[in-house]
């Protein structure tokens, strides 16, 4: 049940900005597109001392002007409350982003209220950029549609 409330927390169609690029010039800022796949495998539970959280492995495939694979971790909290859950997950993305090769990682951070997804996060990690990716700073939007999941990534490349 958990990995469909996560799913559902993804559906969101409303990012909420994690990342400043209000002192980015129009032209400075930049859209990725596209569409993802992704596999969530569920892991065994930890030692009951780590506490209630149900744990996945993310294995993402980003196409488009992201085109890219994504090797991550996810953990979450369902409670009583049906539909209230949150979740927090890291994923390290390596390919190209409008023709620039490199890796950088995606910071998430979800909640959901009684079913309603109440905040989506999902900002690139300061400085987590390699190659010609260095530099990068930016948040992603997921949107979920009946054929399949979207990604819009609003970023900025400043080289160091």
Do not use: C, N, W
Not at 4 to 28: V, W
Not at 63 to 89: N, P
Not at 105 to 116: C, F, K
């Amino acid at each position: 049940m958990l990995p469909m409330l996560l799913l559902a927390l993804l559906a969101t169609q409303a990012p909420i900005a994690a990342t400043d690029l209000s002192t980015a010039t129009p032209e400075s800022t930049m859209t990725a597109a596209g569409t993802f796949d992704v596999k969530m495998i569920p892991q065994p539970a930890d030692d009951e001392a780590a506490g209630p959280f149900g744990r996945l492995l993310l294995d993402k495939q980003y196409h488009g002007a992201l085109t890219a694979v994504s090797r991550g971790q996810m953990m979450a909290f369902q409670s009583a409350t049906e539909g209230s859950a949150g979740y927090v997950a890291m994923e390290q993305v390596t390919g190209t982003l409008d023709g620039r090769r490199g890796s950088f990682v995606l910071q998430h951070e979800g909640l959901m209220t009684r079913g309603t997804p109440t905040r989506l996060h999902v900002t690139v990690v300061p400085d987590s950029g390699t190659d010609e990716l260095a530099g990068l700073a930016g948040e992603l939007a997921i949107i979920f549609a009946e054929d399949g999941h979207r990604y819009e990534l609003r970023y900025t490349l400043d080289r160091p």
